[in-house]
């Protein structure tokens, strides 16, 4: 099956390329820049709002799987109007270039923070109603949903929707908050927290997550929407703790906390489970270590972003620039 992937040649892209390949799929990359991870899957270079360029990476292409967005929640803050431009419009204009091409299936990556607060004794579904979203970057994804169910409507483009948990691993953005946090215990600084730290994430693992995304590529999941999600939740303060307990110790400090930023609800993941025979297979604390060896082993020790957030909200990984996701 030839798959387009936009955003291929980032965090998240780039481990989709690679599970593609492992399954004996024909990938291709539709990206900003040259994938560093995988130099002889083909590529096509440009800018996703551009028509001619996804009609162009779309030409015999079976399946898109989009991920390519802004998702960094602090530069969606800072601009919201090119967040809009890439996550709302940049999806549109692609879903027009798989409608004109006749493509089999449209794969869009969104988010689990579309449920917002959702909370209780009950897991939160795909079948829970979606509220009004506190933040931009989700107001985006929820816009994204949407567009792609009401191509899938009025032009009968078969369609799945997945809503990824907070990915990590080898080869995250530096801001994100277990490489944020891992590069500040590797220089000894102390892990800060926005909040009491109690706020809860539904992490996956990044290898386990793109095998979801290609699990969710048979004709089963058609016009299915999917949670793909760890096990467990974590508090960011568990995600301190985790990090310095396979670095080192340091201090933990506490920071006041930030508008829009959502406490984490349960969210399910057993129609994966049951319909795309896919669950998470890396607890959060082995996920740690992993990245921390990569992070050892295989690449420079992350630098410190100053103006990152390491409270864990800087969630879904899908950043147009290529080298931050």
């Known amino acids: 099956m030839k798959v387009l992937i936009t955003g291929g040649a980032g965090f998240i892209g780039s481990h989709v390329v690679d ?9 291709r990359i539709l990206d900003l820049v040259p994938s560093p991870h995988h130099n002889q899957v083909d590529t096509i270079l440009g800018d996703l709002c551009d028509p001619e360029v996804t009609r162009a990476a779309l030409e015999g292409c079976d399946v898109v799987v989009h991920l390519a967005a802004v998702a960094d929640v602090d530069e969606v803050a800072k601009d919201p ?14 879903l027009e270039a798989a409608r004109e091409a006749r493509t089999r299936r449209f794969v869009y990556a969104s988010t689990i923070w579309v449920y917002g607060d959702a909370s209780g004794p009950e897991a939160v579904d795909e079948d829970t109603p979606l509220g009004l979203p506190k ?7 929820i816009a994204g949903e949407m ?4 191509y899938g409507e009025l032009y009968d483009l078969e369609w799945t929707i997945l809503r990824f948990g907070i990915p990590y691993g080898p080869r995250a953005r530096p801001s994100a908050v ?5 590069a500040k215990a590797l220089e000894g600084q102390p892990l800060t927290i926005a909040g009491d730290g109690t706020q809860s994430r539904r992490f ?10 290609v699990a969710s590529l048979v004709p089963e999941a058609a ?30 400090r506490h920071l006041e906390g930030r508008p829009g930023d959502l406490r984490g609800g349960n969210i399910s993941g057993e129609r994966a489970a049951a319909e795309l025979g896919w669950e998470p297979r890396t607890t959060f604390v082995e996920g740690v270590r992993r990245y921390v060896e990569w992070v050892t082993r295989d690449a ?11 409270d864990g909200s800087a969630a879904v990984v899908l950043r147009q620039e290529s080298s931050e996701l």
């Open 204 to 213: 996956v693992y990044v290898e386990d997550l793109a095998e979801g995304v």
């Open 135 to 141: 933040h931009f970057y989700t107001a985006t994804k």
């Open 81 to 94: 109007a090119h967040t809009d431009t890439v996550n709302t419009r940049g999806t549109h204009v692609l």
């Open 147 to 150: 567009y792609t169910a009401s």
């Open 178 to 182: 277990v490489p944020a946090f891992t």
């Open 19 to 27: 599970k593609l390949l492992e399954a004996g799929h024909d990938p």
């Open 223 to 252: 016009n299915r929407v999917y949670n793909l999600v760890g096990h467990e939740n974590t508090s960011v303060r568990a995600i301190a703790r985790a990090v310095r307990d396979v670095v080192g110790e340091v201090p933990i």
């Open 300 to 310: 420079e020790a992350p630098r410190v972003a100053t103006a990152s957030s390491t």
